[in-house]
């Protein structure tokens, strides 16, 4: 089950996991975790959030970390095995794949862009839930245009207009976001936007460090040197040259969804929240 995501695994983890990590404890903290809870982490990557959650759940709890990358996967299953997390366990597996539960929480962060069916995995998550189970899920956006991602993309279009890259983000809106939960007969109770400074020395740096992510790796693969060069001399035209510092503050946005008629806990509420019924639901009779 080779995916794109293997050959980038080692060098996104090295370069791009340090940075997304304070998203990663974002979306744990506000999972609300509780000791002995049952957690699934859907593409689950080299597992920031999963050894986040190992810790919040205990020993009396379980993580299944589940990724279609291999390389990924072994990635998380070292991290875990270092930080002695004896209740990790780690399996290759379609992202809808949620065997094993019933689950407390079903986590996937930036990884829905991904799925060529949102819905369809969302609603294999709904069905495996736990009584008062949530959904949480982060995802890149709203767009920015001044996003460094953004302008590479848009200097790729100048040189390559039939060439439309894919983007790692959807739809996050709170209506958009409150519509793909319904159809996954889920309802959503929470939806919010976390930043955090991403910073890299010289412009130059962070181009070269696109290469370690999917889809640039693709991209680049695809195009070649020379084509990415031309991409790279107007990305830094754009930026003040190759030896400009970038510091930006990307936006995410958290959702947390759960089964109509529930009541579920998220850390930003002193109390339950109950999950309001979507139009022709029926309340959760697990």
């Known amino acids: ?19 997304f990590t304070p998203y990663h404890l974002d979306l744990i903290q506000e999972a609300k975790l509780e000791p002995g809870h049952r957690v699934l982490i859907a593409c689950a990557g080299p597992g920031s959030e999963v050894l986040a959650a190992a810790r919040a759940v205990g020993e009396t709890g379980r993580v299944r970390a589940t990724d279609r990358s291999a390389e990924l996967l072994n990635i998380c299953c070292q991290q875990a095995d270092a930080a002695g997390l004896e209740n990790v366990y780690c399996e290759q597996a379609d992202a809808a794949d949620a065997s094993g539960g019933p689950w407390d929480v079903v986590f996937c962060a ?9 819905v369809g995995a969302l609603k294999s998550w709904a069905r495996a839930l736990a009584p008062a189970g949530k959904v949480v899920v ?28 894919p983007s790692p983000r959807i739809l996050s809106q709170r209506d958009a976001m409150a519509q793909m939960f319904e159809e996954a007969e889920l309802s959503m109770v929470r939806h919010t936007v ?19 992510t999917t889809p640039w790796c693709d991209i680049w693969d695809r195009l070649g040197d020379a ?19 970038l510091s930006w503050d990307p936006p995410a946005t958290l959702a947390i969804a759960g089964l109509p008629g529930d009541e579920i806990e998220v850390a930003s509420r002193r109390t339950s929240v109950h999950v309001p019924l979507s139009k022709g639901s029926t309340p959760n009779l697990k």
């Open 194 to 212: 976390f930043r955090h400074t991403l910073t890299f020395k010289r412009a130059e740096e962070f181009f070269n460090a696109m290469r370690e």
């Open 110 to 118: 930036f990884g829905l862009w991904g799925l060529d069916d949102r």
């Open 138 to 165: 982060m995802t890149w956006g709203p767009t920015e245009d001044d996003d460094p991602f953004e302008r590479v993309s848009q200097c790729l279009q100048h040189f390559e207009p039939d060439f439309v890259p």
């Open 1 to 19: 089950m080779a995916t794109p995501w293997d050959r980038a695994a080692r060098g996104y983890f090295e370069e791009w996991v340090p940075r």
């Open 227 to 245: 084509s990415m060069s031309r991409v790279a001399a107007r990305f830094y035209g754009l930026v003040g040259g190759p030896d400009a510092p």
